[in-house]
């Protein structure tokens, strides 16, 4: 379903979101964040980048939210295998501590935004809206892009 914010900012209210963080309980909380707060909804979640990538290409969802640090397989290895499988896909890669994710390497693996989960939650929900908008006409000057602070910078 489409929802259309004024005539330039649409977004597919559908779009699937997978959550991959190896504590259950970040999970929830960002399950509950965005179904409750967004208009999106969570397709799946994965508790390591393995695991993540088997439900990528299962689920094919919109946009990953994905933690740096995790057993098995990182955040960073999974963001650039699965750019490299679905270069459509958007890749949030989030981190405790922002200074752990050098932009230079979030911008080599097609991350295309990098959060601290100290501070990321209370704008994510206009990121999310932000990164699965529809394309919004060349001619309009119309910025949807939510201010960010110096630990939500976009690469």
């Avoid at 209210?13 to 997978?18: K, N, Y």
């Avoid at 501070?119 to 809206?129: A, P, S, Y």
Wanted: aromatic share 6%.
């Amino acid at each position: 379903m489409r929802v259309c914010t004024d005539e330039w900012y649409c977004f597919d209210s559908m779009a699937g979101i997978l959550i991959v963080d190896d504590n259950p309980s970040i999970r929830y909380l960002l399950r509950v964040f965005v179904e409750t707060q967004t208009p999106f909804k969570v397709c799946g979640e994965a508790g390591h980048g393995a695991e993540a990538i088997q439900r990528a290409k299962h689920l094919q969802p919109d946009l990953v939210l994905l933690d740096l640090s995790m057993p098995v397989l990182g955040g960073a290895e999974a963001a650039s295998i699965l750019k490299n499988m679905m270069p459509n896909i958007k890749i949030i890669l989030f981190s405790m501590n922002f200074s752990d994710i050098p932009r230079t390497l979030a911008a080599k693996i097609g991350v295309d935004l990098t959060l601290s989960k100290m501070d990321g939650i209370t704008k994510l929900g206009e990121h999310l809206k932000t990164l699965l908008a529809s394309t919004v006409p060349s001619d309009s000057h119309i910025d949807s892009t939510p201010e960010l602070n110096e630990t939500q910078k976009p690469v």
